[in-house]
């Protein structure tokens, strides 16, 4: 029996030249990551998220010349029963990733499976519109324009911890762990199989602590942060992209820098309509009051007018009537407990339930350090079941950060209940091999996705208007 040629065979090669003279410019024997199954397309336009596969008649029993060996026949039969169920494993997992796949048997016309992948490109069955995530964090905007309707294909991110997370909840992605300043445009565009102009959205939220009204007011940095120069870095990606929109969120101080101005004088230089503007999470179906700045932009057309708010507010209830209790639930992200001193135990219990703070309690009931102080008084508050949560930080599971305590039960929240605060899906997995604290940052310094679907929606029914 002759050995399988994985790749280069002529199948492939005479398929190759046929999609080269359509004008379809594509990637040869291309890794694709889907979680715990690893792939190699024999062809794969990445750009549109189409995987190509040629199959050998008799390897992948074509119904029309497959043939079942006279010698040996119960070993081939098995080996041959087995390439057939992993094709569809390999199938069902580029499907779940958000990849279109085609197969041509070796015995086609090379002309037959171009018209098959033509199709499979201008399709219904694929994402029309495609971006890519600048740092991605933890994957929070990723999800965001997914439920939007793209189809992320790349994204960056220099946190090592931020990486493992969003690999584990988007396995399709091609992903980065990279100081975005050495990674080159060109050499994202040439492993995304993009030319310019050709990405829909380049999307991003540059690290933005050197912005902060709280890290300013503490003169923990300044607006000189070296982490504010990651701003000019989305420029550059749009200078090299084109995308044919773009999309950054930050926060609010960010309206009123230099860098802005410069950022979005440089956009509109390179053709952008630009759409800015300042928005509660919490009027866009989060249940969390959160303030961010949005801006928004589309190449050669008219500026995208920001959608409405909704209403009502979504509420802690909302979020967190229906979780279980940590004692009844196997969730990690629910169950990581916490450890506290009997009078910050007692002191926890004290305060009143549903919305109570730490002023409400008699003066001898407070810290000595509260009754010093005339500020901060959220620090051990307890969120208020009707109402939306204040904005989920870095210190979300930790009360003497923020009003962190549980409506109802004398604890802080849990980083589930961050995350779903967050409207993050219930099972989106985040990392806890930096310890639950370094889990909360990913947590707190994540996009609210619905949010990004808010704002994103729009975005894409200007494209596809624009396409039409």
């Known amino acids: 029996m002759v050995s399988n040629r994985r790749t280069d065979t002529e199948p492939e090669k005479a398929l190759r030249s046929a999609l080269f003279r359509a004008g379809v410019r594509f990637r040869k024997d291309y890794p694709i990551d889907c979680g715990d199954l690893r792939v190699r397309a024999d062809v794969a336009i990445v750009g549109k998220r189409v995987a190509v596969f040629v199959d050998g008649c008799f390897w992948h029993r074509c119904p029309e ?17 087995r390439n057939v169920a992993r094709d569809r494993l390999v199938d069902a997992a580029l499907r779940r990733s958000g990849w279109t796949v085609v197969r041509a048997w070796e015995h086609e016309s090379p002309d037959d499976a171009v018209a098959r992948v033509l199709d499979a490109l201008n399709g219904g069955r694929l994402p029309t519109l495609t971006a890519v995530d600048l740092f991605c964090g933890v994957g929070g905007l990723s ?22 997370g969003y690999r584990k909840n988007h396995p399709g992605t091609t992903v980065w762990h990279q100081n975005i300043r050495s990674l080159s445009p060109k050499t994202m565009m040439k492993t995304l199989g993009l ?16 912005f902060s009204t709280m890290r300013t007011l503490r003169r923990g940095t300044s607006v000189a942060d070296k982490r504010n120069s990651l701003v000019a870095q989305f420029g550059r990606y749009v200078s090299a992209l084109q995308p044919r929109a773009l999309m950054m969120e930050n926060v609010p101080g960010l309206a009123e820098e230099a ?47 920001f959608v409405e708010p909704i209403s009502p507010r979504r509420t802690v209830r909302d979020a967190l009537g229906n979780v279980p209790r940590p004692a009844e639930s196997n969730d990690p992200l629910h169950i990581h407990g916490e450890q506290r001193t009997r009078r910050i135990r007692n002191l926890i219990a004290a305060i009143p339930l549903d919305g109570g703070g730490r002023k409400d309690l008699p003066r001898r009931r407070q810290l000595g350090c509260h009754r010093r102080t005339n500020g901060f008084f959220d620090v051990y508050g307890r969120m208020a079941w009707d109402q939306p949560a204040p904005t989920i930080t870095s210190g979300c599971i930790n009360p003497s950060k923020g009003r962190f305590l549980h409506p109802e039960e004398n604890r802080a929240i849990t980083l589930r209940e961050a995350a779903l605060l967050q409207t993050f899906p219930s099972d989106y997995e985040i990392p806890l091999s930096g310890g639950k604290y370094k889990a909360a940052d990913l947590i707190g310094n994540a996009l609210p996705p619905t949010f990004v679907a808010a704002h994103a929606k729009p975005i894409a029914a200007a494209l596809h208007t624009e396409a039409a």
């Open 259 to 305: 860098v802005l101005d410069r950022l979005v004088r440089r956009l509109e230089g390179l053709g952008y309509a630009i759409t800015t503007g300042v928005h509660d999470a919490a009027d866009f179906g989060v249940p969390q009051r959160r303030r961010r700045f949005v801006l928004a932009g589309i190449r050669n057309g008219e500026p995208i007018d």
């Open 195 to 210: 030319v310019p102009g050709q990405l829909d959205l380049l999307a991003g939220c540059p690290p933005c602590q050197g």
């Open 65 to 81: 010349h497959g043939t079942d060996p006279k010698t040996h026949a119960e070993f081939w039969t098995e080996k041959l029963d």
């Open 143 to 164: 999800v965001g324009l997914k439920e939007a309707g793209f189809s992320v294909l790349g994204a960056v991110d220099v946190s090592g911890l931020a990486i493992e």
